[in-house]
């Protein structure tokens, strides 16, 4: 008998997702309410994911501080529970610190949105190492809080993954330059130069960091290629300090 209800309510669960999937928003909602009803009968991967799928309805019908209480909920259950997986665990705190994230943005409460980010995105790159576009988005939320060297730290691992991908280096170049690394900086955008081939305003980067090491004839020389390859931002630099 108990088996049977664990089977009703993994149905009720995929059919309250499909609908979700359909933006049949009032259909999700009820199929979920009735599986949560009877979560005593089924694992607690099935609860923590019931709980973020209800958050997902509450973000699409604009309850966004009910949608941060059911992430509050799968979040406590995850610190709790020593029966769900360590992968599991990994995706479902994602999912409900990235739900939180939304919720808070819409808020209007930037610090929080960027703290939820900063967690989400610390949880992919421990359910995938090899994520680049996960270690990318959380030094970019490093950016936005302005912990530079927290960024650096992220690009710095990130190369550990990618040792030959460009935007790392010139996104750990862009932070050594804002905490006055520039002989580091310079380093880096060599580096992002030679493994991009041809990006322009890496060129007018570098140009930026040659002139704070004094370094105009090769500031200029960086001013004068990113130019030559048609970027426009350069043009006025350029102009500026090398005419």
Known sequence: KEK???????????????????????????ELSKAISMKQFINKNHVVDLYIQRADIRLAFQQYREAITYCDNALVLLRNVREIQRE???????QAYYNRAKAYVKLE???MALCNLDTAYRQ????????????YNLSATY???????????VATKALTVAPTDAKFYALRGD??????????????YNAAIMYSGAEP?????RAYIKLQLEDREG????LLQAVNMGYEPAKEDFEKVCR
């Open 219 to 222: 500031g200029c020389e960086d």
């Open 4 to 30: 049977s209800k664990d089977v009703i309510v993994v149905a009720l669960h995929a059919r309250g997702n499909l609908y979700k999937v359909l933006d049949k928003y009032d259909e999700a909602w009820s």
């Open 124 to 135: 992919l790159i421990l359910l995938e190492p090899t994520d680049t576009d996960a270690y």
């Open 143 to 153: 950016i936005e809080l302005e912990q530079y060297a927290e960024a650096k730290k």
């Open 175 to 188: 932070m050594n330059f804002k905490l006055r690394g520039f002989e580091e900086a310079l380093k880096d």
């Open 109 to 111: 409460n930037r610090f």
């Open 201 to 205: 305003d890496y060129y007018h980067m």
């Open 88 to 94: 599991d665990s990994f995706e479902l705190s994602y």
